[in-house]
T-cell receptor, first 115, second 115 residues
Framework: DVKVTQSSRYLVKRTGEKVFLECVQD?????MFWYRQDPGLGLRLIYF???????EKGDIPEGYSVSREKKERFSLILESASTNQTSMYLC??????????????FGEGSWLTVV | AQTVTQSQPEMSVQEAETVTLSCTYD???????LFWYKQPPSRQMILVIR??????QNATENRFSVNFQKAAKSFSLKISDSQLGDAAMYFC????????????FGTGTRLKVLA
């Protein structure tokens, strides 16, 4: 089974802190994603990466950055956390789009509260 | 731009009954994939069912089936013989085959199963 592991399930951080959310996948997937999930808004893409050291902005990249130094690991960084970044963050991975019928696999999510 | 709309924020179904969750989407592409994902409370999001747009036959996975109406851009999920374990948030998702990496998600439908 594909495993996408998010190292922190629940975090409470203070405004202005630098926050790291880590994600590791074990299926040798090229693509990795960070989504934000908020009630009534569904999943919104923050950043995605299609290869090591490659990244592209999603729909809501402001206030976030990412790092992908190794294929299996994709980190989301909040440079200076703010209360409006309180949310559930979902990491996901998949094979490239050219793979017929590929599927995106999710981690369990990281609940971040910024106080 | 592609969009996915789930117009039912919440649905309820009696155990053992059948329920249908609605999803509509908008795209100018002719070939794409559609997905239903299930997110149980505090648990990992998992794939329920997948439909390739070029296939006319509706996908089926055990008690889960879809009604795919390509012309109407509709992709509803039918759950038969509902079980307590079906209670979850359900997300409809779209991905085209043009080489983009983005999955477009709807806002979700929370399904309650009543004993």
């Amino acid at each position: 089974d594909v495993k996408v592991t998010q190292s922190s399930r629940y975090l409470v951080k203070r405004t202005g802190e630098k926050v790291f959310l880590e994600c590791v996948q074990d299926m040798d997937h090229e693509n990795m994603f960070w989504y934000r999930q908020d009630p009534g808004l569904g999943l919104r893409l923050i950043y995605f990466s299609y290869d090591v050291k490659m990244k592209e902005k999603g729909d809501i990249p402001e206030g976030y950055s990412v790092s992908r130094e190794k294929k299996e690991r994709f980190s989301l960084i909040l440079e200076s956390a703010s209360t409006n970044q309180t949310s559930m963050y979902l990491c996901a991975s998949s094979f490239p789009p050219a793979t017929v019928g590929n599927t995106i696999y999710f981690g369990e999510g990281s609940w971040l509260t910024v106080v | 731009a592609q969009t996915v709309t789930q117009s039912q924020p919440e649905m309820s179904v009696q155990e053992a009954e059948t329920v249908t969750l609605s999803c509509t989407y908008d795209t100018s592409e002719s070939d794409y994939y559609l997905f239903w994902y299930k997110q149980p409370p505090s648990r990992q999001m998992i794939l329920v069912i997948r439909q390739e747009a070029y296939k006319q036959q509706n996908a089926t996975e055990n008690r889960f089936s879809v009604n795919f109406q390509k012309a109407a851009k509709s992709f509803s999920l039918k759950i038969s013989d509902s079980q307590l374990g079906d209670a979850a948030m359900y997300f409809c998702a779209y991905r085209d085959t043009s080489g983009t990496y983005k999955y477009i998600f709807g806002t979700g439908t929370r399904l309650k199963v009543l004993a």
